[in-house]
């Protein structure tokens, strides 16, 4: 399978090699033979995203900024390694994230209090701090500059309150890391592709993550490119079905909320049934086995997620 997508505008996707092939995408933005990156994945991605910029005829140095949509470590994981070697790079996250960048313990400690250890070495390896004198906090608003080509950062909580995507107006397109949900192109049909949320714990908040899919269809976008996976267009139709499926996600939640040690199970199985209905009215032609099988970790953390949030409602 070849790790490299182009497109239009100079964006590229290199496939991060995370757990499966073709569930995270790191995107390339080139200008003027200058790089931004959009997230970094885990370490063991570093390899084959020096190779794409060898494979493009660029070279570290040419790396300008190095962007993170937010700081779960399926995005966020490889970055220290990844900016030791990029002499030239400055990080961009969330003001939330910055701490956390400057010195991962605790968002180690997090991960590893629900994943266990010996799970988050294998994913992710060793996460290495980043001096923060090399990060700027990516503001609401914020602009930066590749080579005259503007992107502009925009605070989109919902998924986390650490999040935020990033517009790059020449190519009319935003990098959405996990606000604009999940789209797998193993479920493309016809030249469609299939849409589902991602209320990952522990920050899933429904209205705001309305508030941010609105933002974003605010500046028109024409192309979405996604972390999970790579480029996605009719970004109004598939903002609105977001909108509903988020409501649909809340729904069975909420449908659960008084069923004590059985409420995640009940959760998870709501949204199971959830998953393979959208993939029936959406016309997928995939067996439900092979489906359930792409999305399961999916619905694991979508179950725990809401979990999580119904205890924020109890508190």
């Not at 790191?26 to 060898?54: F, M, Q, W, Y």
């Not at 994230?97 to 010195?103: E, L, P, R, S, T």
Request: hydrophobic letters at 45%; one cysteine or more.
């Amino acid at each position: 399978m070849n790790a490299l997508r182009s497109y239009e505008h100079d964006i590229h996707a290199v496939d991060a090699g995370y757990v499966r092939p073709l569930l995270a995408a790191i995107h390339l933005i080139v200008a003027k033979g200058r790089v931004a990156i959009v997230d970094s994945c885990s370490n063991a991605s570093v390899p084959a995203l020096l190779e794409t910029l060898t494979a493009l005829g660029l070279s570290a140095d040419a790396v300008d900024y190095l962007i993170l949509t937010h700081i779960h470590l399926d995005h966020a994981g490889g970055a220290g390694s990844l900016m030791r070697l990029l002499p030239n790079a400055r990080l961009l996250v969330h003001p939330r994230g910055v701490a956390h960048m400057v010195d991962p313990s605790r968002l180690v400690a997090g991960v590893t209090a629900v994943y266990g250890a010996a799970a988050v070495g294998r994913l992710y390896g060793e996460i290495l701090p980043i001096p923060e004198s090399r990060i700027i906090a990516a503001t609401h608003g914020l602009e930066v500059d590749l080579a005259g080509r503007e992107l502009l950062c925009l605070d989109t909580p919902g998924h986390a309150r650490h999040h935020i995507s990033v517009l790059d107006r020449r190519s009319s397109s935003c990098f959405t890391g996990d606000i604009f949900g999940l789209s797998y192109r193993e479920l493309d049909r016809d030249g469609g592709q299939f849409i589902f949320p991602t209320t990952t714990p522990v920050q899933f908040d429904p209205a705001a993550m309305h508030a941010s899919i609105d933002l974003l269809l605010s500046h028109a976008p024409q192309v979405m490119y996604l972390t999970h996976y790579s480029q996605v267009r009719d970004v109004a139709e598939k903002a609105a079905r977001l909108h509903e499926l988020i409501d649909a996600h809340v729904g069975i939640a909420r449908a659960a909320q008084a069923a004590g040690s059985r409420r995640q199970g009940m959760i998870r199985a709501g949204l199971q049934e959830l998953l393979l209905a959208e993939t029936e009215r959406f016309g997928c032609v995939l067996p439900a086995a092979q489906v359930l099988d792409i999305f399961a970790t999916d619905l694991d953390l979508n179950a725990q997620g809401l979990d999580a949030w119904l205890d924020t409602l109890a508190g």
